[in-house]
């Protein structure tokens, strides 16, 4: 018995060496530490301030979050969570940019930069662009509207609430720019509908832009698609109404100074030829 037992001791021990490699290897580096250990909160923050300078943001992002985590109820912790919608902004990560400010005004409604929140989320939409666009040259007008919308919200929001914000000039510059963006997409819109005869479409989508946009860039072709669609669909009335506010608004237009081919029923494939 004496000589058995450190044999099965020797046999169980080299069928566990096994089990205990693999579970060092489901657990991690056991040698992996932590090197905010023992630190106070504002020298995470610092350091988390150093790394976005170096332009780090993967490293700031987490020093940010452990600041949090381990002192959240601190000042530090507070403008941690007004440094990681930016981090996230310059990682060109829209939807988590939109969340963590969402989140910041959520926590700190009254805060003294809670207008800087409403702007990085109007901006983040604002900069989105898809894998696609990136590589090619498609219009920002030639996009998906949504993302555009939501920035004009977002900014519009901050313009309402905070007309002293040091934000307040370039995010009235950018909502200009989002209209005239958006009545060009519904222009683009209209254009393809009108090369596929679809007149009523075509027409639905000029009257949109005359009715939401109307001091957009677009309000001059979406008179002349107007013109033409209701021309191609015989609604004669309509059409000489809409020509005579085209030609009181517009009277430099070539369809109204009679440069225009006489077929007036190509008049809005003439105006896209000036693009």
């Keep these: 018995m004496k000589r058995i037992l450190p044999l099965y001791c020797k046999s169980i021990g080299a069928l566990l060496l ?11 580096d056991p040698t992996e530490l932590d090197d905010t250990r023992g630190w106070q909160a504002d020298r995470i923050y610092a350091e988390g301030e150093a790394k976005m ?8 992002l987490v020093y940010f979050q452990k600041l949090e985590s381990r002192f ?10 007004l440094e990681i919608p930016y981090i996230h902004y310059k990682k060109q990560d829209p939807v988590s940019t939109v969340i963590a400010a ?15 929140a409403y702007y990085i989320k109007g901006l983040a939409s604002f900069s989105e662009r898809g894998v696609i666009e990136r590589y090619t040259a498609q219009e920002i007008s030639d996009r998906d509207p949504k993302t555009l919308k939501l920035s004009f919200a977002a900014l519009k929001e901050l313009v ?22 958006l009545a060009q997409h519904e ?3 209209a254009r ?18 005359l009715e939401y946009y109307p001091n957009s860039t677009s309000i001059e072709e979406a008179l002349v698609v107007s013109v033409s669609a209701y021309d ?5 009335d309509l059409k000489d109404d809409t020509l005579r506010i085209l030609k009181t608004n517009y009277p430099q237009n070539p369809m109204v100074l009679g440069k225009a081919t006489e077929d007036e029923r190509i008049w809005w494939k003439f105006w896209e030829s000036l693009y």
């Design 18 to 28: 096994p089990f205990v490699l693999s579970s060092c290897a489901i657990f991690g």
């Design 53 to 60: 300078i170096d332009k780090d943001y993967d490293k700031a």
């Design 72 to 81: 959240p109820h601190g000042k530090y912790a507070t403008q941690a969570q």
């Design 102 to 116: 969402d989140r910041f005004i959520k926590l700190h409604p009254n805060h003294p930069n809670v207008d800087y």
């Design 160 to 181: 309402d609430r905070f007309p002293k914000s040091r934000y307040f000039k370039d995010a009235t510059q950018r909502m200009l720019y989002l209209v005239n963006a």
């Design 187 to 189: 222009m683009h819109v």
């Design 192 to 209: 393809y509908y009108m090369k596929r005869t679809a007149y009523l479409a075509a027409l639905n989508r000029a009257k949109y832009v």
């Design 232 to 236: 191609y669909m015989d609604l004669t």
